[in-house]
């Protein structure tokens, strides 16, 4: 008998001490899911991703392709964080209308970090002479460490109010960088240190007046300023930059 309320007093007091355990972590896996469901919806999107006698648009299970009349040269577009995909189609038709095919990877959730291997459904399916991965905001990074990871050749690397985590200076890779002066989302000490990281092919943009969720169309992004020019223009120039720029 003695035994058993020993037993019993243990199996008490180990209860006691993992209930909180199990309380906080099932507490952070809701909050993790909760998160992960808050998504930032495309806003006046449609025309972009209507097709038309120069442009397919196709919107498949693992991306939204725009496919241009070349077969050469392709940009494959990792989104933000709980950001809708179609909200990058202005970017992503701007340049497929000057002759890229685009892809905007559907990933995990929205949510590209977890899910950086994305890229390979298009590479592993298609062939192009010239590759470019394009990351807005967390997506850059997710486009980043699948640069550095994969055996695909990638030509470019363009990041939108986006910066890099990892050191990339020894990879043979042209990088582009578009940021905007009223960014209120990105970390300033994350991009300052990402200037170290990068090679010797860099090149930057600062686009005046520009914000962070213009680089899409979603609306206004929590914590972000609110922009003194168009969506267009900030599309305009961030396009026309990545054009005189792109290898």
């Known amino acids: 008998m003695g035994k058993k ?7 008490k007091i180990a209860l006691w001490i993992t209930m909180p355990i199990v309380f906080v972590l099932l507490l952070g896996l809701t909050g993790t899911v909760i998160f992960l469901k808050q998504s930032y919806k495309a806003v006046n ?24 009349p070349s077969d050469k040269k ?22 497929a209308d000057t002759g890229y095919d685009v892809f905007i990877l559907k990933t995990f959730e929205e949510f590209a970090l977890f899910d950086v291997d994305k890229a390979d459904t298009v590479l592993n399916h ?25 055996k695909h050749k990638i030509d470019n690397l363009i990041y939108l109010a986006s910066f890099s985590n990892i050191d990339i200076s020894s990879l043979d890779v042209n990088v582009i960088s578009v940021q905007g002066t009223l960014d209120g989302v990105i970390s300033k000490e994350s991009l300052a240190k990402s200037k170290a990281y990068m090679p010797s092919s860099f090149s930057e943009l600062w686009i005046e007046g520009g914000d962070h969720a213009q680089f899409g169309s ?14 267009e223009e900030q599309t305009n120039q961030t396009c026309s930059f990545i054009l005189n720029h792109i290898v």
């Open 45 to 68: 999107v449609d025309s972009y991703l209507t097709s038309n006698t120069e442009v397919k648009v196709s919107d498949t299970k693992n991306y939204i392709f725009f496919d241009s």
């Open 218 to 231: 979603y609306g206004k992004q929590t914590k972000d300023n609110d922009a003194t020019i168009t969506l």
């Open 5 to 11: 309320r020993e037993m019993k007093k243990s199996t």
């Open 126 to 150: 298609f062939t192009y002479e010239n590759v470019s991965l394009m990351g807005h905001s967390l997506g850059g990074v997710a486009a980043t460490n699948y640069l550095a990871k994969t």
């Open 74 to 95: 392709a940009i494959i577009m990792y989104g933000g964080a709980n950001v809708e995909e179609k909200a990058y189609s202005p970017i992503c038709r701007k340049l």
